[in-house]
């Protein structure tokens, strides 16, 4: 346990250094799309809207601004929280915040999704990538470079389908089930993420990838943006989601923090 209190001092020293000094703009990365018209939700969910309530000069003089915005919970640049796919697991506003800080693995699979668009990162994929840059830390969030971002905002493109509505027919690349046993069950991970619409595969039907890891109250990242720019190890990543009591899920801002 006392990995927890350690990991949140270090972060909070290396990213304020000392009292008063100048944040390094830098080594600061957005790993968020913004919403707007164009964000990506999964299909029959409800997207993004927002509008304007009040945007002006007001009669007493002084400039007033304010607006109002509606979506569902899963779509974006969004968390899963446990209970998505786990019964009993973790909501999102009881996610324990030591683990939304967390230093990042980042598997890079894009040759291999090159030659296959429904490619699975698989748990030979994680032990090579192990055998260069060291174990898998506990409480790491795992992340998967595919290089689907390339595709966002495009509908078609980035579900893999020309029918993005139909939520049978895509196809993009996803964790593996093997991969998921082994983070959780031998790595002890408290989170992984993705540049795809899903930590599963496309083609997916049962979603069992969700199931092992919210199961093992295990949240997942989707539609995470500007992977191309994070190390293989040595970044920290946070992850602040909107505190929704009860929620399964919801936008969330993820930055990291490059060593």
Known sequence: M??????????????????????DERSLVDLTYSFDEQTIFWPNNKPFQWEKTAWGMTADGYWYASGSFCMSEHGGTHIDAPIHFG????????????RL????????????????????????????????????PIG??????????RYWPDKVKYF?????????????PGFS?????FLVMERKIDGVGIDTPSIDHGPSRDFIVH????????????????????PATGATVIALPMKIKGGTGGPVRIIAILP
């Open 87 to 98: 019964k009993d697991q973790h909501t999102l506003d009881k996610i324990p915040l030591y």
């Open 140 to 149: 790491a969030i795992v992340l998967m470079h595919s290089g689907w971002g």
């Open 2 to 23: 006392l990995r927890i209190p350690l990991l949140v001092l270090c972060v909070l020293l290396a990213f304020f250094g000392l009292v008063g000094a100048q944040i």
């Open 211 to 230: 199931q092992v890891l919210n199961g093992a109250n295990v949240y997942g990242l989707e539609n995470v943006a500007s992977l191309e720019r994070l």
């Open 177 to 181: 089930k093997e991969a998921a046993e």
């Open 101 to 136: 800080v967390a230093p990042a693995a980042v598997v890079d699979v894009r040759d291999a999704v090159a030659k296959d668009r429904d490619y699975r990162l698989s748990a030979e994929d994680l032990k090579t990538w192990e055998s260069r840059h060291g174990r898998i």
């Open 160 to 172: 893999g389908s020309a029918t993005p509505g139909d939520p049978e027919t895509l196809h993009f």
